[in-house]
């Protein structure tokens, strides 16, 4: 465990059980599944995505390198941390409550899907994903040790290889509509990928 000045640490995780408690409740309402993706599809995204969360969560992940710092442990940079973690899933709570019935955590087509193009999916097509990965990087910016980093970087790559699957499935249902959509939205990163 960490010891920091007043427990910043731990207002972090706070902001993620309350995340999680939200997700956990906001996930019985939802449309009943049409088409959903392969379990190793499934598979391949979440050992990185899990492997991501051991890294930022599991303090015993400190070994070597991975438990050097990164950037200087000061009050002022934990806070900073704490806010980017607070606007992430503020961020994600705001496109998973406009996605409303048509989410679901694995791939999947559901019973008259939507393609959803307001609020957040205005500007960025994975919405959920880049709250959560503002989470991951204020979670590590906190942390302030190598391994938040590389957590970030993991997660970000299995985001990236869900949404890839994703997009194939938004392609197969929404055809021309969702390829205008791609044209004139960004994924993950507003104004650049």
């Known amino acids: 465990m960490f010891v920091l000045a007043n427990n910043v640490l731990i207002e972090v995780w706070a902001v993620w059980i309350l995340f999680y408690a939200y997700w956990w409740i906001a996930s019985g309402r939802v449309k009943r599944t049409e088409r959903r993706e392969s379990a190793a599809s499934r598979i391949s995204y979440m050992i990185v995505t899990i492997a991501a969360f051991m ?11 991975l438990g050097w710092r990164f950037i200087a442990l000061s009050l002022a940079i934990e806070y900073a941390g704490l806010g980017v973690t607070v606007a992430g899933a503020l961020f994600a709570v705001w496109a998973r409550l406009i996605i409303g019935r048509n989410w679901s955590s ?74 205008d959509y791609q044209r004139h939205v960004k994924a993950l990163i507003p104004f650049l990928y």
């Open 55 to 65: 890294l930022l969560f599991v303090s015993r992940a400190r070994v070597g390198f």
């Open 106 to 179: 694995a791939v999947t087509i559901k019973q008259d899907h939507e393609l959803i193009r307001q609020g957040p999916y205005a500007f960025l097509r994975h919405p959920i994903y880049s709250g959560i990965l503002l989470m991951v990087l204020g979670t590590a910016i906190t942390i302030g040790e190598v391994r938040g980093l590389i957590a970030f970087a993991l997660a970000f790559l299995g985001f990236r290889m869900k949404s890839l699957v994703e997009e194939r499935f938004m392609a197969e249902q929404f055809g021309g509509q969702y390829a």
